[in-house]
């Protein structure tokens, strides 16, 4: 069984930025071979997928909105994901999951409903001041 541990997170005015990480651990095998994904569920909106890492095949990206603003890398020694938020804007807002597609899948087999993922984190919030 996989486990996600997130943090970072908390308020940041317009503009500013924020770290999300996410720790994995178990499963350490197969790890590399999952996509950790990056939901974000914001107030009154349905889930959606943000952006998403590979160990071996780095990064992709579901939202055109976070272009040149979001970066998510992975550090396979410490099992960790993290994804550096700039220049942040009020839509960014909302509930942030941390998310494990299943083993060998590639990060296109996610889907932003979160189909594909086969285990969950249980969420940080961001909340951006304007």
């Known amino acids: 069984e996989v486990r996600l541990a997130e943090s970072g997170g908390g308020s940041a005015q317009a503009g500013g930025s924020l770290r999300l990480s996410c720790t994995i651990s178990g499963d350490s095998e197969y790890v590399s071979r999952r996509c950790i994904v990056w939901f974000r569920r914001a107030t009154g909106k349905g889930l959606e997928a943000v952006a998403g890492f590979r160990f071996d095949r780095g990064a992709t990206y579901w939202d055109d909105s976070v272009n040149g603003r979001f970066a998510i890398s992975g550090e396979g020694a410490k099992n960790t994901v993290t994804m550096e938020m700039n220049n942040l804007k009020p839509e960014d807002a909302g509930e942030y999951i941390c998310?494990?597609?299943?083993?060998?899948?590639?990060?296109?087999?996610?889907?932003?409903?979160?189909?594909?993922?086969?285990?969950w984190g249980r969420g940080v919030q961001v909340t951006i001041i304007s």
């Open positions: 998310a494990a597609g299943r083993s060998y899948h590639s990060c296109s087999s996610i889907r932003g409903t979160g189909d594909g993922v086969d285990f």
